[in-house]
């Protein structure tokens, strides 16, 4: 790794508005009023970590103190002012981190700054982070200070949980709420960063990393970094698959494949093939049941949306969802539920996922091994009937003259 590596949530930290990705509205609204000089003393900027709420308190502060303002409401990035935020040496802006910092003193030693106006530019802003950590005497201090700020003082509080702020502090703040990123968002985003390094990246992988950051810009770009970091200047699918270890939507795919084909011995040991690269027995059954609605949702332009995956990625979930019924899948939501429901108190862990597997087979296949009526007449059981779901999911004790060996059923550690 070269010696002025910076990190990729640093570097490609967005330094303006328009450059904030995932929150179009709020970004706007924000501009809007930095165009308009309706600009508030207090900001409540709420949402989950990683979402943008500190970057885009920097933007304002530098936006709002930029001497050249262009049409649009950005900072211009030219002016002294702009070139003292950028370089990390403007007086302007002082940052709390109240997870580290929380005691009156701290707020104290922020509170006596407010004081003084500011040299060049037109604002003061403070911004404190994770606000809702400060100590009740610090926050009490600090509402002091709230209540009669300088014409020129702008406070942005940020916190991951707004529930425990004060009504006190809420009451006097203009409230943002951020929302978690998208992962075509964040796709997208890392595509740029990808291509800005020079890296060459599968779209499916990115992806991957986006799903897995649940949201949060800065977690995807931390994973992001790290993989690239091993996979020298090309990342596949597999090297985020490797290194995220992830359960995939690849190995779902075969698993409804095999629930499709009858395959119930193959699916026995697909199961047994993902406890061993220690997948725990949970996460296994409730990433079926995500699978299986994210595939009912998918059978319906209507609902199609729902479905947070990159193109190629979604295609594939479009070709098997055509070949499911909803009333299979919604069978198979439910079972997979209520298996991931009892799977605390079962004694024997590995079995229950693996009835609830075989039950699921008839619900798939109507003709094969595991229906539960061997009739003897051609008639077809129509496998999406809701009796005929309910026998199978219930996995009918239909004797069989010879019971095919299935792998050991040992209790998962
Ligand atoms: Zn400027």
Redesign the pocket.
Known sequence: MAENYIVSARKYRPDSFQSIVGQGAMASTLRTAVLQGRLAHAYLFCGPRGVGKTTAARVLAKTIN???LSPEGE?????E??RAFNEGRSFNIFELDAASNNSVEDIRQLTEQVGMPPALGKYKVYIIDEVHMLSVTAFNAFLKTLEEPPSYAIFILATTEKHKILPTILSRCQIYDFKRITVQDITRHLQYVATSEGIEADETALGLIAEKADGGMRDALSMFDRISSFAGGKITYEHALESLNVLDYAYFIRAFDLLLAGDYRSLLLLLDELLGKGFEGQTILSGLAAFARDLLVVQHPGTSSLLEKPERVTAEYVALASRCTAPQLFTAIRALVQADQQYRGATNKRLLIELTLLGLVPVFHSEGELTPTPSSSPKPTVASSPTASKVATQASPAPSPQPTPVPSAQPIP
Not at 75 to 79: D, F, I, L, S
């Open positions: 930029c001497m050249h900072a211009c990035n030219e002016c002012s702009c």
